[in-house]
């Protein structure tokens, strides 16, 4: 199998409940912040992003929550899928060079 | 279909080899990236470059060149002066300060 998704934390989450992802991010400059989904195998997908003049953005069963006082970020799912099992990690994005990855959550869905 | 394709999947390297990861976009991005994934870590900025013939080193650019000979090619040489290659590598592409799109990825395995 693929080793992308070893060591990272694991969430693991019953079929049709809401799953939360949490992300602490580093530079308090960073204005821009991106969620990506990777399957197994598989190239990041882009979720669902928010810049920094925002607390809350809302996509298609996804929400994302930004708090800049504490640095942190949060990927909300609502009835979680199975689709939903992936590895799920956030971007910081201050420029070309300056975008930095958190390792990532594996989320497991529990049918 | 508009997106990002690698090439190939999978690619095996014998030691004191050079291997060409091909990577091609037509979104019409001007900036491309390749990072390197290992396990248990954030992806790692390998190169990038924000215009054609243009490129800047990223944050292990070591044992790696890359060329920018057109708008919609970027592709990665991984040198033998690179003393652990097995990783899998993502090519990705965007507009300016806008998330990266990724490509499905190649695995690279030393033998």
């Known amino acids: 199998g693929e080793s992308v998704g070893l060591h990272l934390p694991t969430l693991s989450v019953q079929e049709g409940d809401n799953s939360i992802i949490n992300c602490a991010y580093s530079n308090s400059a960073s204005d821009y912040f991106i969620w990506y989904k990777q399957e197994s195998g598989k190239g990041p997908q882009f979720i669902i992003d928010?810049?920094?003049?925002?607390d809350k953005r809302q996509g298609q069963r996804v929400t994302v929550l930004l708090n800049k006082t504490v640095k942190h970020l949060s990927l909300q799912i609502a009835a979680t899928q199975p689709g939903d099992s992936a590895v799920y990690f956030c971007a910081e994005n201050r420029g070309y060079q300056k975008v930095t990855f958190g390792i990532g959550t594996k989320l497991q869905v529990i049918p | 279909d508009g997106g990002i394709t690698q090439s190939p999947k999978y690619l095996f390297r014998k030691e004191g080899q050079n291997v060409t990861l091909s990577c091609e976009q037509n979104?019409?991005?001007?900036?491309m990236y390749w990072y390197r994934q290992d396990p248990g870590q954030g992806l790692r900025l390998i190169y990038y470059?924000?215009?054609?013939?243009?490129?800047q080193k990223g944050d292990i650019a070591e044992g790696y060149s890359v060329s920018r000979e057109k708008k919609e090619s970027f592709p990665l040489t991984v040198t033998s002066a690179q003393k652990n290659p097995t990783a899998f590598y993502l090519c990705?592409?965007?507009?300016?300060?806008?998330?990266?799109?990724f490509g499905p990825g190649t695995r690279l395995t030393v033998l």
């Open positions: 928010i810049r920094s003049n925002m």
């Open positions: 990705a592409s965007s507009q300016p300060r806008d998330e990266q799109f």
């Open positions: 470059s924000q215009i054609v013939n243009d490129f």
């Open positions: 979104l019409n991005h001007d900036a």
